[in-house]
């Protein structure tokens, strides 16, 4: 049986910290337990197979698969007979929720095995082990969160982070065309997805933003008409005048008069 352990200091680190890593290749019928451990640990098969058992469930893995045990909890685990399974495994203490697709017990993504596969560079690393670590279980965190949200939290992100670059980038160039292609989303898909949440078109959202962001400058401190129509994403002045008026009645000039 060959085991690897890699060697981690406890750094304590408040919300994830690392305390075990390292990797073994089982024998025949190798086990584990029954036993448990006073903190999370995930096992990610690399090559053969085995069985997993907890809450009186045995769950058979492949590679490409890990399964989830959590602090206090009794397990058992066991290497195939024939293709005993070659592992990887990490431990750390957590004072943060858990994604909660660790209930499933088995996870199986192909950007796991990216991620565990980067574990075989500690071994040349001096210094920084645990914070090194620490930063893939956070992106092993950060991916399962991301598959777990559902389809309605997935378009609901979309909509608020649409506004966001709206609110924050409206004296840009901007154009719905550039907001769809960064959220990875087809424009016409995108603006009926945005119509539904919000009453209106992104193109009419971005428009009244510019405008009333406009009239404000106009009236709290005292733009020129031009100053104002650069300030809010309009290189043209005459576009600006148009659409200005169009919305209020009034041209920016009349409306900054009135007020």
């Known amino acids: ?26 024998d025949p019928c190798h086990s584990f337990g029954p036993a448990s451990r006073d903190y999370y640990l995930l096992h990610y098969v690399i090559s053969g197979t085995g069985t997993f058992t907890a809450d009186d469930k045995t769950y058979s893995l492949k590679p490409g698969e890990c399964f989830v045990i959590f602090p206090y909890e009794l397990t058992y685990y066991e290497a195939d007979a024939e293709s005993p399974w070659h592992y990887i495994w990490i431990g750390f203490e957590c004072r943060i929720p858990v994604p909660k697709v660790f209930s499933e017990r088995i996870l199986s993504f192909r950007q796991l095995d990216e991620i565990f596969t980067r574990l075989d560079n500690m071994m040349n690393m001096e210094t920084g082990r645990e914070a090194f670590l620490c930063s893939q279980i956070w992106e092993i965190f950060s991916f399962l969160d991301s598959r777990n949200e559902s389809s309605e939290n997935r378009v609901k992100t979309y909509i608020e982070q649409a506004i966001s670059c709206i609110e924050n980038e409206y004296m840009m160039e901007l154009s719905v065309q550039e907001i769809a292609d960064r959220l990875n989303l087809n424009r016409s898909y995108f603006s009926t997805l945005f119509k539904l949440h919000t009453g209106i078109s992104p193109q009419q959202y971005l428009l009244n933003f510019r405008l009333n962001k406009a009239a404000f400058l106009l009236q709290k401190h005292n733009y020129s008409v031009t100053q104002a129509a650069l300030s809010t994403g309009y290189s043209d002045v005459f576009t600006f005048s148009k659409m200005f008026k169009k919305k209020f009645g009034v041209s920016p000039l009349t409306y900054q008069k009135q007020k």
């Open 1 to 26: 049986m060959d085991i690897e352990n890699f060697l981690l200091q406890n750094r304590k680190f408040v919300d994830i910290n690392p305390l075990v890593c390292g990797k073994q290749q089982c």
